[in-house]
């Protein structure tokens, strides 16, 4: 075979191994271009079905939340409509007997025990806890001198009470002159606290972690003892403990255990004078003496207490096994006059 043979035979080889060659590569970026195509479409198919699922959880959620508050509020309805009714029949039904006297006297004597429970509600259980706020003290209009006798009495240590009410105080105020014990932004902000005084008013009694001196345990410890919701700032004698009882005006050590002692006696408070009458009998004073004290006494306890439960806060909480947060629903009612239940506040 001669040359010039020889090298148009290598050349056409070459040609077809090129060509060969060219067409692999061709299925080659081909095939990767495809490759990725189902890569992109399956990351796309992949967000669709991320977010499909997550707004499928948001709209069960608001369904459970809907579901939830709907079964408190029916369950708020419910006992508010148990209330009146029993306001209403009360007098009416009541016969001689001691417990319906005293029902007569305060319809909703005891009703920290005769309206808590459970409640049924299409399907839902919602449990109600009822408090007579009249044995408790509103954080908000409470004075500092009576924050201060309430702290130092539940904590042993008026030293301490003494800086945490002027701390409660500042938090409340709407001025930013902290008082010497106290503090305002400026003293929160030096300390590296993120939560800062509101100048105004505490939501929850929860809230009174942040204030100064306000420690966790010291929380837990008055808790029992406070509320930030009632309208009515009065005291009721014949529910209120020991520690709430001596933050009010014209109150004394005597007058304290006679009340303490008529109540563990089955007996009824029935006026202040008849309390404070009491007391000036057992501490040996003759009929008549100091009759000017007295009626001051008599006069600065009445500016702040009564003898009867007035506003109740009911906590309604939805029991639901399919729903990982429960619902609350906090509610306050107040006794009128008229005799009718009043919703005062009701709060999610």
């Given at each position: 075979m001669s040359d010039s043979t020889s090298g148009a035979t290598n050349r056409a080889i070459n040609r077809a191994v090129n060509r060969a060659a060219q067409r692999t590569r061709r299925r080659g970026v081909a095939m990767l271009a495809a490759l990725w195509l189902v890569v992109i479409i399956a990351t796309v198919a992949l967000q669709f079905s991320l977010t499909a699922h997550e707004r499928r959880v948001l709209g069960l959620n608001a369904s459970d939340r809907a579901r939830g508050r709907a079964a408190a509020t029916g369950a708020l309805a419910t006992m508010m409509a148990r209330m009146d009714y029993e306001l209403r029949t009360r007098s009416v039904t009541g016969g001689a007997s001691a417990v319906n006297a005293l029902r007569s006297s305060d319809p909703w004597n005891d009703a920290d025990s005769l309206y808590s429970g459970s409640?049924?509600?299409?399907g839902a259980t919602v449990d109600v806890r009822a408090v007579d706020l009249g044995?408790?003290?509103?954080?908000?209009?409470?004075?500092?001198?009576?924050?201060r006798q309430l702290f130092g009495f539940v904590l042993n240590d008026y030293v301490r009470a003494d800086a945490i009410a002027q701390a409660i105080t500042d938090w409340r105020d709407l001025d930013e002159l902290p008082r010497v014990a106290g503090g305002e932004r400026a003293e929160y902000l030096r300390d590296g606290r993120l939560v800062l005084p509101a100048n105004g008013t505490f939501r929850s009694v929860d809230d009174l972690v942040h204030v100064m001196g306000v420690t966790p345990e010291v929380l837990a410890l008055v808790r029992?003892?406070?509320?930030?919701?009632?309208?009515?700032?009065?005291?009721?004698?014949?529910?209120a403990p020991e520690a709430v009882l001596r933050t009010l005006p014209g109150m004394s050590d005597v007058?304290?255990?006679?009340i303490l002692a008529m109540r563990s006696g089955g007996q009824r408070i029935t006026s202040v004078a008849s309390v404070v009458g009491s007391a000036q009998q057992q501490a040996g004073g003759p009929r008549g003496e100091n009759d000017g004290a007295r009626s001051r006494v008599e006069r600065a306890i009445s500016s702040r207490a009564n003898v009867d439960t007035r506003d109740l806060q009911l906590e309604l909480v939805v029991r639901d096994t399919l729903n990982a947060q429960s619902t609350r629903l906090l509610a306050v009612l107040q006794r009128a006059n008229s005799g009718r239940v009043v919703l005062r506040l009701q709060q999610w």
């Open positions: 409640v049924a509600v299409g044995a408790t003290l509103n954080i908000n209009l409470i004075n500092e001198t009576e924050i029992p003892y406070l509320n930030a919701h009632t309208f009515n700032a009065r005291v009721n004698l014949n529910s007058i304290v255990a006679q």
